[in-house]
Structures are given as structure tokens and as C-alpha cells.
């Protein structure tokens, strides 16, 4: 059985300040993806990054990063110099080839000015 | 490019009634999802079709809900009669996975492409 375990519900912060919003995953399979998703007050689920199992090669975008370690199992994301927008709630999700996502229960974060 | 679509965004019902939400992916995408997000918890999937066909219903209420995507392109999801549990945001996505010639390393390929969502309260 697959498993997405976000243990942080909810992670405040002062804008300027980074934050790491864990994510440990559970999974029989050897080829497998992880995703993170950001979803806003408006609902909206938007894609932010996708990892495979078989590339553990940490990745920045911006002020976004990902550490993925398979030794672990956790895929933990990153923002640098935190923003009021990035107020939301983020889910991370495992997928298995050709099979449906399993969602974490989520992280909200809330950037104050 | 156009996101996917759903309609209608807010709906409220009384429990007992019948619902219907309707989802238009993204163009050219074979797969498509029906999700539903209650409060403070993660997605959960409801449905997953390829083109016309049903590929996992394992987690949809079959006595009381009902999807069907008859031309592999727009999708309906039912619930008849709704009940109050059934409150919940409707989320569909869809996905390229299921083209021939997909690449080994399909980069965001895999990625699922969310709609905005239905709300629906069931009082």
C-alpha cells in the first residue's frame, strides 16, 4: 500500500524566512513518482514540481528547492525568502506508473508581512 | 493553452437530492480524474478513465455515485441521492499519460492538471 505522511499541518512564518515542509512517503514499488502541489485560497491545485524514483537529483527553481532522498523515503521542499503569496497549502503526492496519486494530508502555510 | 475546465463552481443541494458536475480537460489529454477533497484533508480518488474506459474505480461509492466520460473527452460525475458526508470540493485533473509515443522520461508529462474545483454542501 502507498502512503504520504506531511507530518507539519500547519507552518507559520515572518516573510524573509525560509521554511521546509516535510514529506516522508511509503511504497512497495521500485519505479515510483512524487509530486508537490500548491493549492491557494482560490482552490486551484497547481503542479509545482515532479521527481522519479530513479533521479535523486535535488532540484532549485527560483526560490523553490527539493531534497529527495530515497534512503529516507522523504522528498522535502524548501522556500527560500518566503512571500506573503506563498500562503497556501501544499500537498505532496506519490504516484506509482500508470496508477493513481496519493496525496498527503497537507501542509498550510502562512506567510505574515 | 486552455486549463481544465469544471462547472458548476458552488452548488447546494439538500441531502436526498441528485448532482451533477461536469469537467472538460485539458485538449488532447487521455487521462482524466475525478477527485473529492473534503475539508482539511488531501485529495482522494474517485475515478480515473483513459480515453472512454475506466482504468480504477476502487475508491468511488458505486451505490450512490456515478462517472462516465462516453466520448473520451468531457466527463459527468453523478451522486444520486447525495447525502451529507458528500459535502466536499470535486476536483477534476487530467493528464497526457495513455498517448502513443510517450517518451520513457516524459518530464511533466506525468504531471496532473487540476480544475478549480466544484463545491457542493449537501445540508
Known amino acids: 500500500a502507498q502512503k504520504v505522511t506531511q507530518a507539519q499541518t500547519e507552518i507559520s512564518v515572518v516573510e524573509k524566512e525560509d521554511v521546509t515542509l516535510d514529506c516522508v512517503y511509503e511504497t512497495r514499488d521500485t519505479t515510483y513518482y512524487l509530486f508537490w502541489y500548491k493549492q491557494p485560497p482560490s482552490g486551484e491545485l497547481v503542479f509545482l514540481i515532479r521527481r522519479n524514483s530513479f533521479d535523486e537529483q535535488n532540484e532549485i527553481s527560483g526560490r523553490y528547492s527539493w531534497n529527495f532522498q530515497k534512503s529516507t523515503s522523504s522528498f522535502n521542499f524548501t522556500i527560500t525568502a518566503s512571500q506573503v503569496v506563498d500562503s497556501a497549502v501544499y500537498f505532496c503526492a506519490l504516484r506509482r506508473a500508470g496508477n493513481m496519486l496519493t496525496f498527503g494530508g497537507g501542509t498550510r502555510l502562512m506567510v505574515k508581512p | 493553452e486552455a486549463g481544465v475546465a469544471q462547472s458548476p463552481r458552488y452548488k447546494i443541494i439538500e441531502k436526498r437530492q441528485s448532482v451533477a458536475f461536469w469537467c472538460n480537460p485539458i485538449s488532447g489529454h487521455a487521462t482524466l480524474y475525478w477527485y473529492q477533497q473534503i475539508l482539511g484533508q488531501g485529495p482522494k480518488l474517485l475515478i480515473q478513465?483513459?480515453?472512454?474506459?475506466?482504468?480504477?474505480d476502487s475508491q468511488l461509492p458505486k451505490d450512490r455515485f456515478s462517472a462516465e466520460r462516453l466520448k473520451g473527452v468531457d466527463s459527468t460525475l453523478k451522486i444520486q441521492p447525495a447525502k451529507l458526508e458528500d459535502s466536499a470540493v470535486y476536483l477534476c485533473?487530467?493528464?497526457?499519460?495513455?498517448?502513443?509515443?510517450?517518451?520513457?522520461?516524459?518530464?511533466?508529462?506525468?504531471?496532473?492538471?487540476f480544475g478549480p474545483g466544484t463545491r457542493l454542501l449537501v445540508l
Open positions: 485533473a487530467s493528464s497526457l499519460d495513455g498517448l502513443a509515443g510517450t517518451p520513457i522520461n516524459p518530464g511533466p508529462l506525468l504531471a496532473q492538471y
Open positions: 478513465f483513459q480515453n472512454n474506459g475506466v482504468v480504477d
